[in-house]
């Protein structure tokens, strides 16, 4: 292999190498974003105070009911003698002291299922449980809730565009770093249609070529993507709870696929661009 050839060689495997980095590193950003998502809404609790006429009992069984609704991830009773500690804590005094009763409700605490954290869901499971005899309040942070899931809207609505404007950029450049590659070899392309080829024994050998392209440079992206996810977990190990192996394998899968479906997809439509050609046209681009 020439010198010129071994250069624009190793220029299609650098380009496209760093492309496909950038496109996994935006792909793990997008990932981790519905990651966080997730976190968050599973630590959205709706508090479900119970009535102090109620005896432990009947509260118990209440949450196992809670328990098998449809909305429900999952359950925790906190007794009134358990509140009643927790402030005895933070104010310092004891209330019993001055009311001569134990102020706080039992209440049940419920994790809601990720489908069912927003705002209008919250508010229709609200006032089904306040149809409960037994349910006294319902106590949720509806602002919050809003605000997060606003702000989470927001921001994969960004990243998603962010992701498909990479990805038109990185066609473009995968696209115009194999199509100068294939390039050099137009005249080539033109003598084997002269002599009787057919087009797809022209074209098998620069699709087959791209496709070693495509698999090298997703599995060199993946290392280097590995790389630096370790380095981060190593630094800050709670990276791994927004970017799961399960995520990872996702991202890992997504470069190596979308590498090679670039770089086959850019060959095929170069080389047809240059064999439809004529032998004149090819001496003027």
Request: with cysteine; proline share 3%.
């Amino acid at each position: 292999m020439s010198r010129p050839l071994k250069i624009q060689t190793f220029s299609v495997y650098s380009s496209t190498t760093l492309v496909l980095l950038l496109l996994g590193a935006m792909c793990a950003l997008l990932l981790s974003a519905h990651s966080l998502s997730d976190h968050l809404r599973r630590n959205m609790k709706m508090s479900v105070v119970v009535s102090s006429r109620i005896d432990e009992a009947e509260v118990l069984k209440f949450q196992k009911q809670l328990e098998k609704q449809k909305y429900v991830a999952g359950t925790e009773y906190i007794s009134g003698a358990q509140i009643l500690e927790e402030q005895k804590k933070e104010l310092g005094c004891d209330p019993v002291e001055f009311l001569g009763y134990n102020p706080y409700e039992p209440s049940i605490d419920l994790a809601l299922k990720n489908e069912y954290a927003h705002p209008d869901s919250m508010a229709r499971i609200e006032q089904q449980l306040l149809k409960d005899k037994r349910v006294s309040q319902v106590v949720y942070h509806r602002e919050i809730i809003e605000i997060v899931n606003d702000n989470i809207r927001k921001i994969a609505i960004a990243l998603f565009a962010m992701m498909i404007l990479l990805t038109l950029i990185s066609w473009s450049l995968i696209g115009n770093a194999v199509r100068l590659a294939i390039y050099s070899r137009r005249f080539l392309l033109h003598t084997m249609k002269l002599v009787g080829a057919s087009w797809g024994f022209i074209r098998r050998p620069f699709i087959l070529h791209n496709l070693r392209i495509g698999l090298l440079s997703g599995l060199l992206a993946d290392a280097l993507l590995g790389a630096i996810f370790y380095l981060l977990m190593q630094h800050e190990p709670a990276v791994i709870t927004m970017l799961p192996p399960l995520y990872l394998a996702a991202t890992a899968v997504a470069v190596l696929l979308f590498g090679v479906i670039m770089t086959v997809s850019c060959a095929y439509i170069s080389v047809e661009q240059f064999l439809r050609m004529r032998g004149n046209d090819l001496y003027f681009i």
